[in-house]
């Protein structure tokens, strides 16, 4: 297995392109079963989670063409083609690998009639249901039936006739999912308490692009008036908001400087926040957003919420940085009860950070020091990369197949802003 080396140290600086978003493709990729007409994606970022799903959708019977790429570009064109669906089985294998097959389940319903997707279980993060999923697709009038490790939905013979639910809680996944399930009903939808994440403006605007009559995008309150059926549409992926934090704070641990091209501070404002208070200057210029740290850092105080808040796919690498600024910060892990696996490797580099239950407290330290860690989720490795690029010496950074889910060439991205790494094969 491959591993990343870095030798710490090196202050970045230059100017990055920030790739396609993972999240928002991996809700766009399956609207194309909600059509048989196709569906071209542009600027998909290139990594093993985009492939994966490309996987489950031939699956089904789907087609894909990828065109006008070369190996040095980032991102990719995709055309995907649903003229005829041949399964409507998402099998246990491949939802087990990826979380996000679940998100065939509202449009497979809604085009089909019927979906049975395996239940995706636990995760590294920890247990994360999809209950929500199913009592939101159960009020547009699903039937759903559980059998064999199975998640059966089935629609009456005129479509989903439409229905309002509430979320109890704020969930990505479910709002996606509903608002796949009901842009075909034969009625109208209501989702309150909806998810409003960019990713989830990304859907709708795609949805909208293929006939879909959705209002209220961006805010918690969703009408879908369902129609008849979509067409297909061309549709260029939002920036990834997470990949250009993930660098911002990989930038501002070294003292650096970068332009992170593509980048909007409207869809990261919380992250951009907690920036600015740990001293990092951030400033959204035409081409995207300016990153400039001198050095000095000062702790934070933040809890992770649903968006607008402070991301949890940011907690890990803020934390990172924050494991250099001079004094205690205090990190509070709201979404997932199980989100601090980086903290014991962090530490093993020299941090000090304590965690009591959802709570963590990074101590400042003035210098760490490069180890040999591992991490075992996407974020968790992510931070590791960022305290490795300050750590003095060597780290090591194993289980790399975590970062090619989530960041498109991470290595060559921050060798192109000076930082001294490499991918080596063989663990
Ligand atoms: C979540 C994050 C998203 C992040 C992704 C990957 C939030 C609100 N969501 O999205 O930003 O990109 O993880 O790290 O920050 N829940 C239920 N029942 C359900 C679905 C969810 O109880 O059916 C709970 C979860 O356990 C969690 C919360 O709701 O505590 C939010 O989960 P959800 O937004 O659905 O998770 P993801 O879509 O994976």
Do not use: W
């Not at 498109?408 to 063989?426: H, P, Q, S, T, W």
């Amino acid at each position: 297995m491959d591993r990343i080396i870095i030798r710490g140290g090196r202050r970045l600086a230059g100017r990055l392109t920030i790739s396609g978003a993972k999240n928002a493709a991996l809700a766009l990729l399956p609207c194309t079963l909600l059509t048989d007409e196709p569906l071209t994606l542009r600027n998909l970022p290139r990594l093993a989670d985009i492939d994966s799903f490309q996987h489950l959708l031939n699956q089904f019977g789907v087609t894909t063409t990828i065109a006008g790429s070369r190996p040095e570009d980032f991102g990719r064109v995709m055309t995907l083609s649903a003229t005829r669906i041949t399964s409507t089985v998402a099998p246990y294998e491949l939802v087990r690998k990826m979380r996000a097959s679940i998100l065939v389940l509202g449009p497979m319903l809604a085009r089909m009639g019927e979906a049975r997707v395996s239940l995706p279980g636990g995760c590294a993060i920890g247990n994360r249901p999809i209950d929500l999923h199913l009592k939101a697709l159960e009020a547009f009038g699903a039937t759903i039936e559980m059998a064999e490790g199975y998640v059966r939905a089935i629609a009456p013979d005129a479509g989903l006739p439409g229905g309002r639910y509430t979320f109890p809680v704020v969930s990505v996944g479910a709002t996606e999912n509903a608002l796949m399930a009901g842009v075909l009903a034969a009625g109208t939808c209501h989702l309150h308490n909806a998810a409003r994440e960019p990713e989830i403006v990304d859907l709708c605007n795609l949805l909208n692009a293929m006939g879909a009559a959705i209002e209220g995008i961006g805010t918690s309150d969703l009408t879908i008036h369902g129609v008849p059926r979509l067409h297909g549409a061309t549709y260029r992926v939002m920036a990834d908001r997470i990949e250009a934090g993930s660098y911002a704070c990989a930038a501002a641990i070294t003292g650096g400087e970068v332009l992170l091209c593509g980048a909007r501070e409207d869809d990261m404002a919380a992250s951009v926040q907690a920036l600015r208070d740990a001293g990092v200057h951030c400033e959204q210029q035409g081409e995207g957003l300016h990153v400039a740290a001198d050095g000095a850092l000062r702790p934070v105080t933040i809890a992770t919420a649903p968006f607008p808040g402070f991301a949890t796919d940011m907690q890990a690498q803020l934390m990172a940085l924050l494991c250099r600024a001079e004094g205690a910060s205090v990190l509070t892990e709201s979404i997932f009860e199980n989100r601090y696996m980086h903290v014991p490797e962090l530490n093993r580099m020299g941090a000090h950070i304590e965690t009591k239950g959802r709570v963590a407290i990074v101590h400042g330290v003035q210098q760490m020091t490069g180890a040999d860690v591992m991490a075992t989720d996407l974020r968790a490795s992510m931070s590791l990369i960022v305290a490795g690029l300050a750590a003095a010496g060597e780290t090591r950074v194993h289980r790399v197949y975590h970062l090619d889910r989530g960041y498109e060439r991470l290595e060559e991205k921050l060798a192109l802003i000076g930082a001294d790494i490499e991918r080596v094969g063989g663990d």
